[in-house]
């Protein structure tokens, strides 16, 4: 069973402060996906990486896949209120032909002003 | 606003009942997702659906039950129906069977009691 552990799993800053949330785990994904959720919706892409090493900006969000492909963190600088949300993670892995997401539990952001 | 719609919105029944849950994807996109989300367990994959054909399993209990329209739309019905599966229910979709960004829904949110 491939298991994604994010940290912290609750994180509450001040506006205009950087943060770092992560996602770990033991096995390969073929890619790694992040997703932010707002209270009462469902989850929305923001950013899939897929080579290991790889980082991606999205704005103020930097993503970076660990080049072992296990692990990968978000990076948001300057944070402002309207980043508040859960962020997930989810990796993509193969079983046999199939197809399929893992999330992790996410991270719960909240930014203060 | 994803394209993908969910009904109802809120469902609130008592242990024992069975509820039907209903999910049309975005046009154009042949598989459907559908996730469970709680607390404790986080957001739980159940099962694929492309193209009316089922493709991969998860965490489904054997009381779970979906199927794929051929108009595309899927519905995930509940039997038997424990406190413990009060939950959040979203159904994703996306254009591909695999290793596409996936879309999801506003979700079900289901109260037992």
């Known amino acids: 069973t491939q298991l994604l552990e994010q940290s912290p799993q609750f994180l509450s800053i001040q506006e205009g402060e950087n943060l770092t949330v992560y996602c770990n785990s033991s096995?390969?994904?073929?890619?790694l996906q992040w997703y932010r959720q707002e209270p009462g919706e469902g989850p929305v892409l923001l950013v899939t990486?897929?080579?290991?090493?790889e980082v991606k900006k999205l704005k103020r969000l930097t993503f970076q896949f660990g080049d072992a492909r296990k692990d990968s963190s978000l990076h948001i600088t300057a944070a402002q209120p309207g980043d508040t949300g859960l962020y997930l993670c989810?990796?993509?892995?193969?079983?046999?032909?199939?197809?399929?997401?893992?999330f992790g539990k996410g991270t719960l952001l909240t930014v203060n002003p | 606003d994803s394209g993908v719609t969910q009904t109802p919105k809120h469902l609130i029944t008592a242990t024992g009942q069975r509820v039907t849950l209903r999910c049309s994807p975005r046009?154009?996109?042949?598989?459907v997702y559908w996730y469970q989300q709680s607390l404790d367990q986080g957001l739980q994959f159940l099962i694929q659906?492309?193209?009316?054909?089922?493709?991969a399993k998860g965490n489904i209990l054997e009381r779970f039950s979906a199927q794929q329209f051929p108009d595309l739309h899927s519905e995930l019905n509940l039997s038997s129906l424990e406190l413990g599966d009060s939950a959040l229910y979203f159904c994703?979709?996306?254009?591909?069977?695999?290793?596409?960004?996936?879309?999801f829904g506003p979700g079900t949110r289901l109260t037992v009691l």
């Open positions: 994703a979709s996306s254009v591909g069977g695999g290793g596409t960004e996936q879309f």
């Open positions: 659906y492309y193209n009316g054909e089922e493709r």
């Open positions: 990486v897929v080579t290991g090493g």
């Open positions: 096995s390969v994904f073929s890619s």
């Open positions: 989810a990796g993509e892995g193969r079983g046999g032909s199939n197809y399929k997401l893992t």
């Open positions: 046009s154009g996109d042949l598989s």
